[in-house]
């Protein structure tokens, strides 16, 4: 009887340990990756259409700065050429817009992309082209993000355009107040790197993070959601 009494309890050792082994196999690995500058980070595995409300903001920060901030110089933004020439623009529709908002327009979904640009195209001032005009989105406040779906989400923001020019030296702002609705889409990433132009790179980062925004509607200030950071 003590010999099958120890067998017993041997063979349920052996079960939970083969539960645990289960368990274990079934996890997700961590990774660790090296940065350029030698430090290492730990990763882990998540679901392809999960997004941090950090990453989704500065997604929306970046692309619409770089769309709504005109400069009279078209370098791209990542040159240390400060001599660049006059933007003369990317020619859409009757209109013109500058480097930077066709460089911005690559986080814009695609069916939504041409329609968009003609509105920006409608309100750029031909000034920026000539060197007399530039602006700067100043943004007061992003939302954290509002999941609708999985991998979809709804962001507002509370901005306003300051529009430089002659007749306005000290800037004229109009409220630009918006409901960007985001999705996750497939990470994009430069297959050329060593040969890539700045503006080639600067759109690849747009897209790196593996969002791209769907719609742009006007925000009812009356309807904002809490909690804005």
């Known amino acids: 009887m003590g010999t099958l009494g120890v067998q017993g309890l041997l063979l349920v050792l052996t079960l939970l340990n083969t539960t645990r082994i289960t368990m274990l196999a079934h996890r997700p690995v961590p990774s660790l990756v090296q940065l350029v500058d030698g430090h290492s980070i730990s990763t882990e595995a998540v679901d392809p259409s999960q997004r941090t409300p950090e990453v989704i903001q500065q997604f929306v920060k970046t692309s619409m700065g770089l769309m709504f901030t005109w400069n009279p110089q078209g ?74 779906e999985a991998g979809y989400w709804q962001v507002d923001m509370v901005a306003n355009l300051l529009i430089f020019d002659p007749t306005h030296p000290q800037g004229l702002a109009v409220p630009f107040n918006k409901s960007l609705f985001v999705q996750a889409v497939e990470p994009a990433a430069d297959p050329l790197p060593e040969t890539s132009t700045p ?31």
């Not at 920026?128 to 943004?139: R, T």
């Not at 747009?206 to 009356?222: F, H, K, M, P, V």
């Open 75 to 148: 370098q791209p933004a990542d040159t240390a050429d400060t001599s660049a020439a006059t933007d003369q623009g990317v020619p859409i529709g009757h209109g013109r817009i500058t480097t930077s908002s066709w460089q911005a327009s690559f986080a814009l979904k695609e069916d939504f992309r041409t329609a968009f640009l003609d509105q920006v195209a409608a309100i750029t001032p031909p000034g920026v082209f000539s060197g007399s005009a530039q602006s700067v989105l100043n943004i007061e406040t992003i939302s954290t993000p509002k999941e609708l």
């Open 199 to 229: 503006l080639q790179k600067a759109v690849y980062r747009l897209r790196e993070n593996g969002l791209e925004i769907t719609e742009i509607r006007d925000l009812d200030i009356q309807q904002l959601a809490p909690n804005p950071s």
